[in-house]
């Protein structure tokens, strides 16, 4: 019984720890872009800014919500607070050492849970009987669809390194070196995640005039903080995987959190240097690019492997 209240207590505060970073995040951009742009970023509530997030926060679950006349109320209400426990979700494959909810199929587990943004991305979209709303929604459903098949690809060349999976393979076979060698699969790896989490140079979602703000434009207050949670959260744990994957994985140790850190500097950094891609221009680097890379990849590496 003690063990089952250890596990519960120690998802807790992994919850908790989550949570903290995915508000202190809000702010490194904030701050980062605010440098980037010669200006300071939120550097008024407590000591240069830290206690911002939390205000943030505040403001938003405070805000009163109005309801439009046409909504689908209960899907209106539930895709953005599923989108948000899908990503906290996805925690669960995190390898920790002592065995908190891990598995050896958690790469499985991992795909199928980040596939299922698509139907929240659909759902918000569909609910919210808006125009500006259902566009966004069908354009932001094309580009994850389509990205989501070359990450896919892109893990399985991976996941031929180990031929497992299981995420502390990938630490046990990086012990002598980091898998980072192979720097053009990394490369296309990083720019397929930016895609799928719908971030700068390819925030297509909410980056267009005609789309005003996208599938989310008629959501405010609390359930436009579980959108907001829900992607700073894929933030998070798409660096952890880029770590995991590629820099050695080593999970005890303080270089684990710098790795992840650097990481999301990198995300940041590429918001604040780059211009918005064209749309048609991403769909054809996807299906004329990355996914006949990715696919040529995945026969090599196999093939070598078998062989």
Not at 54 to 83: G, H, R, V
Not at 209 to 232: Q, R
Not at 266 to 290: A, E, Q, T, V
Request: charged share 10%.
């Amino acid at each position: 019984m003690i063990y089952l209240y250890l596990n519960m207590f120690s998802f807790i505060l992994l919850i908790v720890g989550i949570l903290i970073s995915v508000a202190y995040l809000t702010l490194l951009e904030r701050k980062l872009l605010g440098y980037i742009q010669n200006r300071k970023g939120p550097n008024k509530l407590g000591l240069v800014g830290i206690f911002q997030p939390f205000a943030d926060a505040i403001k938003l679950f405070s805000k009163e919500k109005l309801f439009l006349l046409n909504l689908n109320t209960l899907i209106y209400l539930f895709s953005p607070i599923l989108m948000f426990l899908t990503s906290l979700l996805l925690w669960m494959v995190f390898p920790l050492f002592e065995k908190l909810f891990f598995f050896h199929f958690g790469i499985l587990f991992m795909i199928s849970l980040m596939s299922l943004s698509v139907y929240y991305i659909m759902m918000m979209g569909w609910s919210s009987s808006s125009n500006y709303s259902f566009l966004g929604g069908m354009r932001g459903v094309s580009q994850v669809v389509s990205y989501e098949i070359s990450m896919i690809m892109f893990i399985l060349v991976m996941i031929s390194y180990i031929m497992s999976f299981n995420l502390v393979e990938f630490s046990i076979n990086q012990l002598n070196i980091w898998f980072i060698f192979n720097f053009f699969l990394f490369c296309l790896m990083i720019s397929s995640m930016l895609a799928e989490l719908n971030r700068t140079p390819f925030d297509f979602i909410e980056g267009e005039s005609e789309l005003v703000s996208g599938f989310n434009i008629e959501f405010g207050g609390a359930l436009f903080a579980f959108i907001f949670l829900g992607e700073y959260l894929m933030i998070i744990f798409t660096s952890v995987l880029l770590m995991i994957m590629f820099l050695g994985s080593s999970y005890i140790y303080l270089t684990m959190v710098f790795k992840i850190n650097l990481l999301i500097f990198i995300i940041i950094w590429i918001r604040g240097s780059y211009p918005r891609y064209r749309y048609d221009k991403l769909m054809y680097l996807n299906w004329k690019i990355y996914l006949p890379i990715s696919m040529n990849y995945l026969i090599f590496f196999f093939s070598i492997k078998f062989y």
